[in-house]
């Protein structure tokens, strides 16, 4: 609807994703995504385990990375 080609589309649709995947995991989507933006340039995204400890729902995300909790 908002986008003018179908790779466009897919572009958005992975972005939408990836954000609000990250607001289910207790992630500030910015922080991650600017995390996200950073590491993966110097990653091995052929490597199953260091694109685990990138995805949402890992524990090993920097703790920048998390929406403070409201009872701290």
């Not at 500030?28 to 400890?53: A, C, G, Q, T, W």
Request: hydrophobic share 35%; net charge neutral.
């Amino acid at each position: 609807m908002f986008s003018n080609t179908p790779r466009g589309a897919k572009g958005i649709a992975i972005m939408y994703s990836l954000v609000e995947t990250a607001k289910e995991n207790g992630l500030s989507p910015y922080h991650y995504l600017r995390y996200l933006f950073e590491i993966m340039p110097n990653i091995d995204l052929s490597s199953k385990e260091e694109v685990e400890r990138i995805l949402p729902w890992s524990q090993d995300l920097p703790s920048i990375c998390r929406v403070p909790s409201p009872n701290k």
